[in-house]
């Protein structure tokens, strides 16, 4: 039961990872946390099952196809609506706002077109999985581990070595100082979108192959980049892998010993324990 | 007319609800997502009051907003140190939390499957039991609400918000004690919207955690933004527009499944719109703009 546990977590902290990744690239460089990115979950799921139901496409293209169509239409928001904001000055709070009103609106949308019960994206045969020490995964399972921790690796090498992760760094340190630099602040916010929404392509689908898709998905993947990267912080992806192992590891313990309900609340009372105590931190330090 | 008035009522309940995160949110400057949770917090303490030891209306009402009160207390005073954007994931943890407490605590608050057959309101031998008698009372809760909040916004108390909503280190400079203010402000928001929720538990005479979640929380956002923040009118049109939209909806002859999701489709749209192009909203003073703020 314990090596079932253990592997549970390991599979949560992988899920996390995913989640988390596109919300932390997008609140480092942009220093505003964009709920409109929790819809880019349900769209890919949504078009990966627009293509794949009553149809024989192979999975692979299928996946382009729902990753295409999610940069398609995240990059296309993005330059539409919050770059004439950005570009008015607009503060963190209005473009917050704006970003919850776009997710209300993809998400109401998506329930309108495909309805508000619950799809899954496997046809396959179902299995038991591969077993690893007393305990059961799933391929899928294993596939959503393996790109978690190729994810962590490749965000990593990006923002060593690549000059857009030398750019993204130069933002979201100082902004003003960066465009008087020469960096072109849209040009990286636009790659950040990208990103982001391929990222969140990769989970929303491999959460529909593993579980369902349903077009609500967006606000509990939301919760979770929400802990994730506040308590996480956005200085290095290696904080949000422990708050991410942190945060499954507390759920699971308390599904074992409470019930599964309150994995949410778990959660959010660690983000609520987290902002009291760096607000009196800072106070301290200030005093 | 007996469907006008319900109409009427539900309008007079969310003109309470917008009054309370206008006065926090728009006369103050603090963005919160926790209106719904004092909503909810105020119908399950009044209801539980009133089919678990048949307390009269007005003790119930005493009793839950001296608790909300208390929890309001509790929450902006871990609150008033905190930057803006921390205090707004505060109040939406908060709400979440609140929110599996009314789905999960089922010994308390029976779950998903809510409260039902609470009773009518008597107050002073006489019986509000039709919704033209609860146009009535809501209408004067309503009306005091507003007095209150026109009360606030035009002391020297409501000046210093105002200077704390538009430059906080100005406020902080000038010596007045910011935190204290933001704690006052933030528990008569939440008075207001647990009276509300009394009301609303009595009018329905049944209540589920459904009717208080985040998505509501953002609706009641919408409701001030798109009236207009930082004004005395704003909520009292924002929620004429919102609660209005659905009922028109309704005579165009569109499935009711269909109807709700354009109704959120709508919601998401106005508040994009209003965002970018007229973010004080319809008659609003503030547009979520700040000079600058305690980092």
Request: one cysteine or more; proline letters at 2%.
């Given at each position: 039961?314990?090596?079932?546990?253990?592997?549970?977590?390991?599979?949560?902290?992988?899920l996390?990872?995913?989640?988390?990744?596109?919300?932390?690239?997008?609140?480092?460089?942009?220093?505003?946390?964009?709920?409109?990115?929790?819809?880019?979950?349900?769209?890919?799921g949504?078009?990966?099952?627009?293509?794949?139901?009553?149809?024989?496409?192979?999975?692979?293209?299928?996946?382009?196809?729902?990753?295409?169509?999610?940069?398609?239409i995240?990059?296309?928001?993005?330059?539409?609506?919050?770059?004439?904001?950005?570009?008015?000055?607009?503060?963190?709070?209005?473009?917050?706002?704006?970003?919850?009103?776009?997710?209300?609106?993809?998400q109401?949308?998506m329930?309108?077109?495909?309805?508000?019960?619950?799809k899954?994206?496997?046809?396959?045969?179902?299995?038991?999985?591969?077993?690893?020490?007393?305990?059961?995964?799933?391929?899928?399972?294993?596939?959503?581990?393996?790109?978690?921790?190729?994810?962590?690796?490749i965000?990593?090498?990006?923002?060593?070595?690549?000059?857009?992760?030398?750019?993204?760094?130069?933002?979201?340190?100082?902004?003003?100082?960066?465009?008087?630099?020469?960096?072109?602040?849209?040009?990286?916010?636009?790659?950040?979108?990208?990103?982001?929404?391929?990222?969140?392509?990769?989970?929303?689908?491999?959460?529909?192959?593993?579980?369902?898709?349903?077009?609500?998905?967006?606000?509990g993947?939301?919760?979770?980049?929400?802990?994730?990267?506040?308590?996480?912080?956005?200085?290095?992806?290696?904080?949000?892998?422990?708050?991410?192992?942190?945060?499954?590891?507390?759920?699971?313990?308390?599904?074992?010993?409470?019930?599964?309900?309150?994995?949410?609340?778990?959660?959010?009372?660690?983000?609520?324990?987290?902002?009291?105590?760096?607000?009196?931190?800072?106070?301290?330090?200030?005093? | 007319?007996?469907?006008?008035a319900?109409?009427?009522?539900?309008?007079?309940?969310?003109?309470?609800?917008?009054?309370?995160?206008?006065?926090?949110?728009?006369?103050?400057?603090?963005?919160?997502?926790?209106?719904?949770?004092?909503y909810?917090?105020?119908?399950?303490?009044?209801?539980?009051?009133?089919?678990?030891?048949?307390?009269?209306?007005?003790?119930?009402?005493?009793?839950?907003?001296?608790?909300?009160?208390?929890?309001?207390?509790?929450?902006?005073?871990?609150?008033?140190?905190?930057?803006?954007?921390?205090?707004?994931?505060l109040?939406?943890?908060?709400?979440?939390?609140?929110?599996?407490?009314?789905?999960?605590?089922?010994?308390?608050?029976?779950?998903?499957?809510?409260i039902?057959?609470?009773?009518?309101?008597?107050?002073?031998?006489?019986?509000?039991?039709?919704?033209?008698?609860?146009?009535?009372?809501?209408?004067?809760?309503?009306?005091?609400?507003?007095?209150?909040?026109?009360?606030?916004?035009n002391?020297?108390?409501?000046?210093?918000?105002?200077?704390?909503?538009?430059?906080?280190?100005?406020?902080?400079a000038?010596?007045?004690?910011?935190?204290?203010?933001?704690?006052?402000?933030f528990?008569?928001?939440?008075?207001?919207?647990?009276?509300?929720?009394?009301?609303?538990?009595?009018?329905?005479?049944?209540?589920?955690?459904?009717?208080?979640?985040?998505?509501?929380?953002?609706?009641?956002?919408?409701?001030?933004?798109?009236?207009?923040?930082?004004?005395?009118?704003?909520?009292?049109?924002?929620?004429?527009?919102?609660?209005?939209?659905?009922?028109?909806?309704?005579?165009?002859?569109?499935?009711?499944?269909?109807?709700?999701?354009?109704?959120?489709?709508?919601?998401?749209?106005?508040?994009?719109?209003?965002?970018?192009?007229?973010?004080?909203?319809?008659?609003?003073?503030?547009?979520?703009?700040?000079?600058?703020?305690?980092?």
């Amino acid at each position: 039961m314990i090596q079932q546990i253990i592997i549970n977590s390991i599979i949560s902290t992988a899920l996390y990872i995913l989640i988390s990744s596109g919300f932390w690239i997008s609140y480092r460089v942009s220093k505003y946390f964009n709920f409109s990115h929790a819809a880019t979950f349900a769209i890919s799921g949504y078009s990966m099952y627009a293509i794949t139901v009553n149809r024989n496409y192979p999975n692979g293209l299928a996946v382009l196809w729902a990753t295409c169509i999610t940069i398609i239409i995240a990059y296309s928001l993005d330059r539409i609506i919050f770059m004439p904001a950005r570009t008015r000055a607009a503060s963190p709070t209005i473009l917050m706002i704006m970003s919850l009103g776009v997710y209300i609106f993809l998400q109401s949308a998506m329930a309108l077109l495909f309805g508000e019960d619950n799809k899954n994206l496997w046809y396959g045969n179902v299995s038991l999985g591969i077993k690893v020490f007393n305990a059961r995964i799933s391929n899928i399972q294993v596939v959503i581990v393996v790109s978690a921790i190729m994810i962590v690796i490749i965000l990593r090498m990006m923002d060593k070595c690549t000059k857009y992760g030398l750019a993204s760094s130069a933002v979201s340190k100082d902004k003003e100082l960066a465009r008087i630099s020469g960096i072109n602040y849209e040009r990286v916010m636009g790659f950040t979108n990208i990103i982001c929404s391929t990222l969140g392509s990769v989970a929303g689908i491999l959460i529909g192959l593993d579980l369902e898709i349903e077009p609500t998905m967006g606000l509990g993947t939301m919760l979770v980049g929400l802990v994730v990267v506040i308590v996480g912080g956005t200085r290095n992806i290696l904080n949000m892998v422990c708050v991410a192992i942190l945060l499954s590891a507390a759920q699971d313990i308390a599904v074992w010993y409470i019930n599964s309900q309150w994995m949410d609340s778990i959660a959010l009372l660690m983000l609520m324990i987290y902002l009291i105590i760096q607000s009196r931190r800072s106070t301290n330090l200030l005093q | 007319m007996n469907y006008i008035a319900q109409i009427i009522v539900i309008i007079e309940i969310y003109i309470m609800l917008g009054i309370s995160l206008n006065l926090v949110g728009g006369y103050s400057g603090i963005l919160t997502l926790c209106t719904a949770a004092f909503y909810g917090l105020g119908a399950y303490i009044c209801a539980i009051m009133a089919i678990n030891y048949n307390t009269n209306f007005a003790i119930n009402v005493v009793i839950t907003c001296v608790s909300t009160g208390i929890i309001a207390f509790m929450v902006g005073n871990q609150g008033k140190r905190m930057c803006d954007e921390h205090f707004l994931f505060l109040t939406v943890a908060f709400q979440i939390i609140i929110s599996c407490i009314f789905k999960n605590w089922i010994a308390l608050t029976k779950g998903p499957m809510g409260i039902t057959g609470i009773p009518n309101i008597y107050i002073f031998g006489l019986n509000f039991d039709s919704s033209f008698d609860f146009v009535l009372l809501a209408g004067i809760f309503c009306g005091f609400s507003f007095w209150v909040c026109m009360w606030i916004v035009n002391s020297p108390f409501g000046r210093i918000l105002k200077t704390i909503r538009e430059d906080e280190v100005f406020a902080l400079a000038g010596g007045k004690n910011v935190g204290n203010y933001k704690v006052i402000v933030f528990v008569v928001g939440s008075l207001i919207a647990s009276v509300a929720g009394a009301l609303y538990a009595h009018y329905i005479t049944f209540i589920d955690p459904s009717s208080f979640t985040v998505m509501e929380s953002i609706f009641i956002l919408s409701i001030v933004i798109i009236g207009g923040a930082g004004s005395l009118w704003g909520p009292v049109v924002g929620a004429v527009v919102l609660v209005s939209l659905p009922e028109i909806l309704r005579f165009v002859g569109m499935p009711s499944s269909v109807a709700a999701n354009l109704r959120q489709i709508i919601y998401g749209a106005l508040l994009v719109v209003f965002m970018m192009w007229r973010p004080q909203g319809l008659l609003g003073q503030y547009s979520f703009q700040k000079l600058s703020t305690k980092e």
